[in-house]
């Protein structure tokens, strides 16, 4: 029997919380946000990547509370900027940065830059309390303007010009940034590895216990 959940969402974000329901809706998953359980620690997102990040995240939430997690860390790396703003996306500017703040940093350490190009990044990870971790990893690459354009999206989507589109990611819908972007590319991945996801998180025979494993490496489908 595959698992059935409940999968932990590791988000305070009710927007990223609702985009993960819906994807994990056709597989009949129970899908939880960490606002349905007692408060636990935040994470300190101290990785050097974001795949740390991610699994850090994932991890440090499936152990406190003895359940599947999932977890997504992202942001821009500019090679220009010699991969800035990278893990430190949304502090760029600093401590509890607005985006528009960030925005205006980037656009100022770019003044003179020959080279434009920068990549969104995208690691999802899903762990298994006492047990190991899944990523999964999407990317998007495009040019950064010389001053913002379009109001949609957030971060750093007014000033990322994706060129097969001919628009910046300010200037798109919702749908069709996801069907190109970084995060929307990494729940593809996932997406695509659920039914052995749900494998290596089936459950263990004393389950009615509140019970968990993950299949070792080893065992794995
Ligand atoms: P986090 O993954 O929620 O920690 O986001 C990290 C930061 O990366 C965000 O605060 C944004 O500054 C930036 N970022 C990540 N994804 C996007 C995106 O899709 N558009 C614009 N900025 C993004």
């Not at 430190?88 to 703040?101: H, M």
């Not at 980037?106 to 762990?127: H, N, T, Y």
């Not at 999206?153 to 970084?182: C, M």
Request: hydrophobic share 40%; aromatic share 10%.
């Amino acid at each position: 029997m595959n698992y059935r959940g409940p999968l932990v969402v590791a988000t305070r974000n009710e927007g990223k919380l609702r985009e993960f329901r819906e994807l994990l809706a056709p597989f009949g998953l129970a899908v939880k946000g960490l606002g349905e359980f007692p408060p636990i620690a935040e994470t300190v997102e101290d990785g050097e990547t974001f795949e740390a990040n991610a699994v850090k995240k994932a991890s440090f939430a499936a152990e406190k509370l003895g359940l599947a997690t999932l977890a997504d860390d992202s942001g821009l790396v500019v090679p220009a900027l010699g991969g800035a703003p990278g893990v430190y996306s949304s502090r760029y500017a600093g401590e509890g940065s607005s985006d528009s703040e960030n925005i205006r940093k980037l656009l100022e350490e770019m003044k003179g830059a020959a080279d434009r190009r920068a990549s969104f990044f995208c690691v999802i990870a899903v762990a298994c309390p006492g047990g190991g971790t899944r990523t999964y990893t999407g990317s998007c690459t495009g040019v950064i303007t010389f001053e913002t354009s379009g109001r949609g999206g957030f971060g750093y989507d007014p000033v990322f010009y994706y060129p097969p589109l001919k628009a910046t990611f300010g200037e798109i819908g919702r749908e069709e940034k996801n069907s190109v972007s970084h995060r929307g590319k990494a729940m593809l991945a996932l997406k695509a590895d659920f039914e052995r996801l749900l494998q290596w998180l089936e459950p263990a025979p004393f389950l009615e216990a509140g019970g968990l494993r993950c299949l070792k490496e080893e065992e794995s489908i």
